[in-house]
């Protein structure tokens, strides 16, 4: 049973455009709302987070909305550079156990 | 302060070999979890621990595989009688307390010939 279902499987954006990736959940119990940043070869780095009380929460370039009756949440990245170029997982936490997503693969373009 | 450190980075065994990974948490972090990377695919949990006590492991396979996490060194992440199948990227992440934020390892590569 896949619990955090994530799209698009790869998504190639030119340099400077916004890239957009979306994540729906099943569990209403889940508490909270990480994405993660993971190079080839490295572990899952912590991106941005988010807790279901609140709508949206921006920190730089990184962008998280929620949309809690829609059990739908979404990562933006604004100006999106070569750098960027990573896999990307969004994840669910219910107990301290972090359920995530199947990865989409972001490719920024020059 | 170093960060999550798993060794090895890498493991080559042999069907029906035991596969041991260590993973050592940050400084003052007291709770540990395992997850597996099939590839190209998302991390699976399979264990959470905190010192010398499972608190979940609703994630392990039942035959073959264990966890522990003593009071003096290391988490390990035990696989006996290695099967192809086992073959996968094993991340370890710790945390200072419940409800803060976990880090990750880098990982240990199985693979298993």
């Known amino acids: 049973q896949q619990q955090v279902k994530q799209s698009p499987q790869s998504l190639i954006v030119q340099k400077g455009g916004i890239s957009i990736i979306n994540c729906a959940y099943e569990n209403t119990a889940f508490d909270y709302f990480p994405w993660y940043q993971q190079f080839p070869g490295k572990g899952p780095a912590l991106l941005i987070a988010i807790r279901p009380d609140v709508s949206e929460k921006k920190e730089g370039r990184f962008t998280i909305s929620f949309n809690k009756s829609a059990k739908q949440f979404s990562l933006h990245i604004m100006d999106s550079q070569p750098g960027d170029s990573a896999t990307y997982f969004c994840?669910?936490?219910?107990?301290?156990?972090?359920?995530f997503g199947t990865g989409t693969r972001l490719t920024i373009i020059p | 302060n170093a960060g999550v450190m798993q060794n090895p980075r890498h493991l080559v065994r042999r069907r029906g070999q035991e596969a041991r990974l260590r993973c050592s948490p940050m400084k003052g972090h007291s709770h540990v979890y395992w997850y597996r990377q099939l590839p190209e695919e998302g991390l699976k949990f399979m264990v959470y621990?905190?010192?010398?006590?499972?608190?979940?492991e609703s994630g392990m396979p039942k035959e073959r595989f264990s966890a522990e996490f003593p009071k003096e060194g290391p988490s390990i992440l035990r696989i006996q009688q290695v099967v192809r199948g086992d073959s996968a990227a094993y991340f370890c992440a710790s945390s200072q307390d419940r409800n803060t934020e976990a880090f990750f390892g880098q990982g240990t590569r199985l693979t298993v010939v």
């Open positions: 994840a669910a936490t219910l107990n301290e156990k972090l359920t």
């Open positions: 621990l905190q010192k010398e006590n499972i608190i979940d």
